[in-house]
């Protein structure tokens, strides 16, 4: 079992900046890929689906969607076990609550993912 805490959040001025942070307990030892994923608000007949926003593996390689590219930076401390979203300039669009997620696997099983509880982003133009 890992367990996810994020902090972080909250309202901020498009232009502006926030950081979000998430720190693993538990098992941590099988972790591998760690990130963020945000979903946005939708109506009751809406699904809308989690996109991912970052993600960092143990070596530092990192993704990112193509919408924050240049604006938004994660990072990793392998010893604290924490993965940090920094994000600039940030825009109306990127209002959504922010999942921080963490791939684990024995070696034995296939990855399995933990999320934590999200925190609420809200960018006000």
């Known amino acids: 079992q890992v367990q996810l805490v994020e902090s972080g959040g909250g309202l901020v001025q498009a232009g502006g900046s926030m950081k979000l942070s998430c720190a693993a307990s538990g098992s941590i030892f099988g972790i591998s890929d760690m990130g963020w994923y945000r979903q946005a608000p939708g109506n009751q007949r809406q699904l809308v689906a989690r996109q991912l926003v970052a993600r960092i593996n143990t070596d530092g390689s990192t993704v990112y969607r193509d919408s924050v590219k240049g604006r938004f930076t994660i990072s990793r401390n392998n010893t604290k076990n924490t993965v940090d979203l920094q994000m600039n300039s940030l825009k109306s669009e990127d209002t959504s609550v922010y999942y921080c997620?963490?791939?684990?696997?024995?070696?034995?099983?296939?990855?399995?993912?933990?999320w934590g509880q999200g925190t609420q982003v809200t960018v006000s133009s």
């Open positions: 997620f963490a791939d684990h696997t024995t070696g034995v099983n296939p990855a399995y993912r933990y």
